[in-house]
């Protein structure tokens, strides 16, 4: 069964609006977010993350926000740029001691900004 | 600073022929994975160590092995190669084992098996 979900394989936006990517857990021991970038023939690379304690993270243009009891999180990029066209993954870990150090990733979302 | 390397970056092999996938890394990290991206199922984990010596399954296990003699490598093994088994394959590598640290991903191995 798929515990991380992001039901939008793909994205299209003008340069210079909002970007807002979605992600769905049902893991409930899920406790630590990340958002990952993915350019092709690239690996993935760490973009934004956020604790279950809290319910918002901002780096610059990238926000992520949590809403636990929906089990929920998204990502807003603002203002969108040609150069985030990207995959972007969402990922979730669960507290040391059950899955602890593994991550759990979502099938990703096709981003694409228009200029 | 080279980060995690992975070769090759791209390979063909006929079903039942074996290969190992190598991946280095240079940053003392304990910790370190392997992954599948295939389309629409995102990447799932395949083996991962906490450390030199010890090694533990991840969710899609079966036709790989792994083994870590030293920190810097981890390679993964496919005895004998499937169909089913092409994909991307990337490697990962984190400092501490039991941590939120981001990982850091090398850029992939493309692999056909014909």
């Known amino acids: 069964d798929q515990q991380v979900k992001q039901n939008s394989p793909s994205l299209s936006v003008q340069e210079g609006r909002i970007s807002i990517l979605n992600c769905d857990y049902t893991n409930s021991m899920f406790d630590y977010f990340l958002w990952y970038k993915k350019y092709p023939a690239e690996g993935p690379t760490f973009l934004i993350s956020i604790s279950s304690i809290k319910d918002k993270n901002e780096d610059g243009r990238f926000t992520v926000f949590l809403n636990k009891s929906a089990k929920h999180l998204s990502l807003h990029i603002v203002p969108s740029q040609p150069g985030d066209s990207a995959v972007y993954f969402c990922?979730?870990?669960?507290?040391?001691?059950?899955?602890?150090?593994?991550?759990?990733f979502g099938e990703g979302t096709q981003l694409t900004v228009n200029p | 600073n080279a980060g995690v390397t992975q070769t090759p970056k791209f390979q063909v092999l006929k079903t039942g022929q074996s290969m190992t996938l190598q991946c280095a890394q240079d940053?003392?990290?304990?910790?370190m994975s392997w992954y599948r991206q295939d389309p629409g199922m995102g990447l799932r984990l395949i083996h991962y160590s906490v450390g030199a010596g010890i090694t533990d399954q991840g969710e899609v296990p079966n036709g790989y092995n792994v083994s870590r003699s030293t920190t810097e490598d981890f390679p993964l093994r496919l005895l004998s190669a499937a169909p089913s088994q092409t994909s991307v394959y990337f490697c990962a590598s984190r400092r501490q084992p039991y941590s939120n640290q981001p990982q850091h991903f090398g850029d992939g191995t493309r692999l056909s098996i014909l």
């Open positions: 940053m003392n990290h304990e910790y």
């Open positions: 990922a979730a870990a669960g507290r040391e001691g059950t899955s602890g150090s593994r991550l759990t």
